[in-house]
Structure formats: structure tokens, C-alpha cells
């Protein structure tokens, strides 16, 4: 509540609302986070007034803060493990997902995610890890992200600015766009990139687990497959670093929240269809999954769901924990 309190004095414009379920990670949220370092170390463990001096020193973190940066010390990209993954024309590689069923959803969690319900997923192709910066600015020509680095996800990315990614992907590779930029309606029947329905992509997350993780129960192995605060030095890193899921999937859990074709639908669960379900017919926010390198270990299962306005056009107030990665048909 007080670092909250303070981000949104101090930037005029910082929303700061963390949790379980719905934690954000604006741009500001980081600097929240330094403030909190800070204030600790002004004021001590048992907190108190702060002091005039503390203040300008805070300000002074803000800004410096602001400036973003560059990792200085890129991480190493791992090996290719299998899985029959395939490597794209734009050098993206792809993984073949099998089509299945699975429970979707568990009964001990939030509303949105109840009740746990059966649904079957026809197979696709899901790209191995989150788009990078490298493969993005291949196709479309342009960096948003905050954190520049080739390897790195991309960031600060809207669900707009992802969708006409995915169309743009798909001209290069002379496959059929799926997207209608208009109306921002997705031909599933096209065989270009699109995102991932949201029951595809909890489908591929699992990867056959049925466990809140999907390497198990335990939030304790967690800093082995995903980055996320207890282990991310509060930034994005390099795809791929972290252990793979059963299917090969890098990053599913943490590194940056993956955009999701759906409307969210809080109560959609409860209505949802069994075969292929798509999402709300419309809806005012875009679904958000998996987690980021600012989340905490509960916001990184593979049931939890966020998420976002679409199309956040004012670069402040778009998430840099933000990014994707996409599918197409097989
Ligand atoms: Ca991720």
C-alpha cells in the first residue's frame, strides 16, 4: 500500500497493484521495487518517518530508474533438445503440439479459473520460446522494448502491436494472414501466425502435468525453469535459459506474461465449450498468461490468468513484463 502510495505521487501516472492473481508490472512498478530497496535502507527494518534526504534520494532513483538500460552481460542461448522442433523461415523455431485433452482451470484457485473443466485442443505448431527482440525487429523494423537486447523477449509490446507481428510473420513466410487489422477478428481456418487461444496455451503449458506448475507442485523448483522476482535481478533475460517443459517449451512460466488471442472473460469458464474453446465473443481486455520476471512464484502457474487492455498506445503505462510468442496451424 505505501510503496503503491508513493510510486503513483511520485510519477504522476504509476498504478501499482500487485497480488496473487492480478499483479502489474508497469514501468513504474520497478521503480517501485528500488524505492522499497531504498527505504529499507534509509529507514531500517522497522521503517519510520522519512526524511527530507531520503526523499531526494528516492527522486534521484526515479529518475535513474527511467532511463531503462542495456544488459551488460547477454545470457548464452541453450541448445536445441528436440522435440521435433522446427526452424521457420524468419529462424524462429517451432514445436509440433499434439492435439489432446486435458482439465483446464482448477477448483483451487480464483474465481476466473473455476470450475476445472475437460477441454479438447485440435494439434498446432507453438513457437519454442517468447518472440525476441532479434526476431521482431526482423519482421516488423522496430524495438519496443525497455530492456534492449537481441536474445531478450520483446517488451513493452501491446496485443495489437503482437497480432500485426503475427500477420506480418506470415506475409514474409507466404502463408495466409489470420488477422483482420480492422476489426481485429482471427481466421482460425488460415494457416499464418496467430496467438494462442488461451485453452491452447495452458494446453501446451501443462504439457500433460496436472499440477499447479508444469514441473509439479513445488514453487521451490521454480528459479530452475522460470525467471521470476525471486531470481530475475528484476529485469527480463534471455529466452531459453531455464529449463524446458516435457514438450520442449521454454519460458512458458515467468520471463514475460505471453498475450493470448482471447477476450478475458471472467466467469467464462463456466460456460465455456468443451471442443476448441475460443473465448468470449468480446470483451474489453485481452488475456494475459504464465507470469513474468516481476511476478511472484503464485503468479506463475499455469492456471492463473491476466489481463490487459489491447492497445495501450502511451508507452508509459505499457507493461515492459509484457510479450508473446505464436502458433499456427499444423
Ligand atoms: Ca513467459
Not at 517449451?249 to 493470448?260: H, S
Not at 468443451?274 to 511476478?295: C, F, I, M, T
Request: contains cysteine.
Amino acid at each position: 500500500m505505501f510503496a503503491g502510495f508513493i510510486g503513483g505521487v511520485a510519477s504522476g501516472r504509476v498504478w501499482v497493484f500487485r497480488g496473487s492473481k492480478h499483479e502489474r508490472s508497469y514501468r513504474g512498478l520497478r521503480v517501485v521495487w528500488r524505492f522499497c530497496s531504498l527505504k529499507a535502507a534509509l529507514l531500517g527494518r522497522g521503517g519510520g518517518k522519512l526524511r527530507l534526504g531520503g526523499i531526494a534520494a528516492i527522486f534521484t532513483a526515479l529518475v535513474l530508474a527511467g532511463c531503462g538500460g542495456q544488459n551488460k552481460t547477454p545470457d548464452k542461448p541453450q541448445g536445441n533438445s528436440g522435440h521435433g522442433v522446427i526452424k521457420t523461415e524468419c529462424g524462429v523455431e517451432m514445436v509440433p503440439i499434439p492435439g489432446g485433452e486435458f482439465s483446464m482451470g482448477t477448483d483451487d484457485g480464483p474465481v476466473d479459473v473455476k470450475p476445472a473443466h475437460r477441454v479438447k485442443v485440435d494439434g498446432f505448431l507453438m513457437d519454442r520460446n517468447e518472440i525476441t527482440q532479434e526476431a521482431y525487429e526482423k519482421v516488423v523494423g522496430k524495438n519496443p522494448s525497455r530492456i534492449k537486447h537481441p536474445q531478450n523477449p520483446v517488451e513493452q509490446v501491446t496485443w495489437t502491436a503482437a497480432v500485426k507481428f503475427c500477420n506480418a510473420r506470415s506475409a514474409r513466410e507466404g502463408l495466409t494472414p489470420c488477422y483482420n487489422l480492422k476489426t481485429w477478428e482471427c481466421d482460425f481456418a488460415a494457416n499464418g501466425y496467430r496467438l494462442a487461444t488461451e485453452a491452447e496455451w495452458e494446453y501446451a503449458c501443462r504439457a500433460g502435468g496436472t499440477a499447479d506448475y508444469y514441473f509439479g507442485a513445488r514453487p521451490e523448483e521454480l528459479k530452475s525453469y522460470a525467471w521470476f522476482e525471486g531470481n530475475s535481478g528484476s529485469k527480463p533475460h534471455a529466452v531459453g535459459q531455464r529449463k524446458p517443459n516435457a514438450w520442449g517449451l521454454n519460458d512458458m512460466a515467468g520471463n514475460v506474461w505471453e498475450w493470448c488471442n482471447d477476450f478475458y472473460g471472467a466467469k467464462y469458464y463456466r460456460t465455456s465449450p468443451a471442443d476448441n474453446p475460443r473465448g468470449p465473443a468480446q470483451g474489453e481486455k485481452r488475456v494475459l498468461r504464465g507470469g513474468a520476471w516481476s511476478s511472484s512464484a503464485d503468479s506463475c502457474t499455469s492456471w492463473v490468468r491476466n489481463c490487459d487492455e489491447a492497445g495501450l498506445t502511451d508507452v508509459c503505462l505499457t507493461m515492459d513484463s509484457n510479450g508473446f510468442r505464436c502458433v499456427r496451424r499444423k
